[in-house]
Structures are given as structure tokens and as C-alpha cells.
């Protein structure tokens, strides 16, 4: 089970992210890898993934398997909507 506090403390990184890196309307996107949240944020690899599994669930931004795949993540202008829904 993911302790919703730290859902939310991964969301909040992932939503300053997302702000600081993209514009409204633009095609970038914020970008980072397991290993980068779980450096920041203090947190084991597999317990950030296990976090990130949990926000997935609910917004399908990544593939199914991102955790395994090895590439960097994305998230786009467009996803913080969703991002700060599920935040609350």
C-alpha cells in the first residue's frame, strides 16, 4: 500500500516540474527518470516507482511497464490538470 502522503509529496514534484519546464499551449514537456525523483525526494528506486505505479493507475501517462523500460518520463502542459485533480 502507498502512503498517500507520499503521493502527494511526489505529486507536488511532479506538478512544479511540469510547471517550471513546459508553457501553456507548448510542446514541451517535463522530463525526469525514476532514479532523478528518487534522488530528490529521498526515496528508494523501487519505493519511487512503486509511487509513480500508483499515479499511473490514474492518469495513464506512461506505459504500463515504464519502470522497466529505462527511459526518461514525460509529462506534458497538457497532464496537470489531471495532475492537481488527483492531488485534491
Not at 11 to 38: E, H, M, Q, V, W
Request: charged share 30%; net charge negative; no cysteine.
Amino acid at each position: 500500500m502507498v502512503d498517500p502522503r507520499d503521493v502527494n509529496y511526489v505529486l507536488d514534484y511532479l506538478i512544479s516540474g511540469t510547471r517550471n519546464s513546459t508553457s501553456p499551449g507548448g510542446k514541451k514537456s517535463y522530463k525526469f527518470s525514476i532514479t532523478d525523483l528518487a534522488e530528490d525526494l529521498d526515496y528508494a528506486e523501487d519505493e519511487a516507482a512503486k509511487i509513480l505505479q500508483h499515479i499511473n493507475a490514474s492518469t495513464n501517462l506512461w506505459p504500463a511497464d515504464f519502470e522497466t523500460a529505462g527511459k526518461k518520463l514525460a509529462i506534458p502542459n497538457a497532464a496537470l490538470d489531471d495532475l492537481k485533480k488527483i492531488r485534491g
